[in-house]
C-alpha cells in the first residue's frame, strides 16, 4: 500500500481524511454550541460560579482514573500483578495521547506500556481492556434504563437507550462465548485471515474470564461508573443548577456516548454540544449550559494535560515514539511458551 492511505474495503483512503472530518466535526459543533450566546453572560457566570464544587469535581475525575488503574489490575491479576502505580502511569499517558492526537491512540498506547512495564504480550493488556469496555456498555446501559425511572426524558432518547441495551446484549454474548466456550469461539475465528491472531486473543479473554477477580472487577465497574458521576453533579451544583443527580447521570452517559467516536483531539467541540444539548433536555438555557459545558471541558482537560505530560516524562518516551511502538507491534514484550501455559 502506498504511504499516507489507509484501506477501506478496495478503496485507498488518505489518512488525513479522517482526523480532518474530526476537526470539521469539532468547528461545527462549536459554532453551533456559541451561536446566538451572550459572551458576556458567560463570563458572568463563570464570576458567580462556585469555586469549591469545581475544586470538588476536579480531584474526584483524577480519582476516577487511580480507581480505573485498580479495576485494571484486578483484570490482569490472573496473569501478573501490576503495580498500581504503574497502571495509573500507562492510563495517564494514555489520556494524555488521546488529547493531544486525533483518533484517540492511547487505549493501544496503554496496552502497549502495561505490556513491556509487566512483561506481558500485548494481546494479554488489549484483552483486559475490551473487558473493560465490555463491562462499560453494561453498566452503561442498566445505569441509563434506571435513571429514565426517575427523570422524564424524550421518547426518542429512551428508545435509543434500548438500543444501547441491546447493542450490549450482544457483545455480552459474544464476549461469553469467547470466555466460556473457547473451543466454539477458536472454530469461529479459525478461517478468518487473522486466526492466529484471534485465537492467542480468545486465549487471553478465557483466562481472565474464569479468574475470581474477573467478577470483582465486573462489581466495580459500577462503582466505576457511579464515581464519574461526581463531577458532573459537583459542577452542576457550582453553578447552581436544580437538577438531581439523577439528571446528573443521564448528562454523563450522553456526554460518555457521544465521545466514543474519534474524534479532534479533547473531544473540543464536541464535548461542549453534547453538553449542552444533554442539559437543554432539563431545561438549562443554551447561555448557561455552554458556561457549563466550557467549565467542563476545563475540568477534565487541563488536569489530564497535566498529569498526563508528567507520566510520559516519567517514561523517558516521547509520545511519537510511543504511538509508532504501540502500532507497528502485535506484541511488544514477548514471554516464553511456558509461561502462556500456566
Not at 513491556?116 to 473487558?131: G, K, Y
Not at 486466526?195 to 459500577?222: C, I, K, Q, T, W
Request: charged share 15%; proline share 4%; glycine share 8%.
Amino acid at each position: 500500500m502506498l504511504p499516507g492511505f489507509l484501506r477501506l474495503g478496495d478503496k485507498k483512503v488518505p489518512k488525513w481524511l479522517v482526523p480532518a472530518a474530526g476537526y470539521v466535526v469539532s468547528l461545527a459543533c462549536l459554532v453551533w454550541v456559541f451561536k446566538g450566546v451572550d459572551l458576556a453572560e458567560v463570563r458572568e457566570n463563570f464570576r458567580s460560579i462556585h469555586w469549591a464544587w469545581v475544586i470538588l469535581a476536579v480531584g474526584a475525575d483524577m480519582g476516577v482514573y487511580i480507581f480505573q488503574a485498580w479495576r485494571w489490575n484486578l483484570l490482569l491479576s490472573p496473569v501478573v500483578r501490576a503495580p498500581l502505580w504503574r497502571s495509573v502511569q500507562a492510563i495517564y499517558v494514555g489520556l494524555f495521547a488521546n488529547e493531544v492526537l486525533p483518533l484517540r491512540p492511547g487505549e493501544v498506547i496503554r496496552c502497549f506500556l502495561q505490556a513491556r512495564w509487566s512483561e506481558l504480550p500485548f494481546s494479554v493488556a488489549l484483552s483486559s481492556v475490551i473487558i473493560e469496555r465490555t463491562f462499560d456498555g453494561i453498566w452503561l446501559a442498566l445505569v441509563f434504563g434506571v435513571s429514565t425511572a426517575f427523570v422524564s426524558l424524550p421518547r426518542s432518547l429512551v428508545e435509543g437507550g434500548r438500543v444501547l441495551g441491546l447493542v450490549t446484549l450482544g457483545l455480552v454474548a459474544m464476549l461469553g462465548l469467547v470466555m466460556f466456550r473457547k473451543h466454539d469461539a477458536h472454530a469461529a475465528v479459525s478461517n478468518t485471515r487473522w486466526a492466529e491472531r484471534l485465537r492467542v486473543l480468545v486465549e487471553d479473554l478465557h483466562r481472565m474470564g474464569n479468574s475470581p477477580s474477573f467478577y470483582v472487577a465486573a462489581a466495580a465497574s459500577s462503582l466505576y461508573l457511579l464515581i464519574q458521576v461526581i463531577p458532573v453533579y459537583a459542577l452542576m451544583r457550582g453553578f447552581e443548577f436544580d437538577l438531581s443527580i439523577w439528571a446528573a447521570t443521564v448528562v454523563l452517559i450522553i456526554w460518555r456516548l457521544g465521545t466514543v467516536l474519534p474524534q479532534a483531539p479533547g473531544n473540543i467541540g464536541s464535548t461542549q454540544a453534547l453538553l449542552v444539548v444533554a442539559l437543554k433536555l432539563f431545561g438549562v438555557e443554551k447561555s448557561d449550559a455552554t458556561s457549563f459545558s466550557v467549565m467542563a471541558w476545563l475540568v477534565v482537560t487541563l488536569p489530564l494535560l497535566i498529569a498526563g505530560f508528567v507520566a510520559l516524562a516519567i517514561t523517558d518516551m516521547k509520545l511519537g515514539e510511543l504511538r509508532r511502538h504501540a502500532h507497528s507491534m502485535g506484541g511488544p514484550v514477548q514471554v516464553a511458551a511456558e509461561r502462556r501455559s500456566q
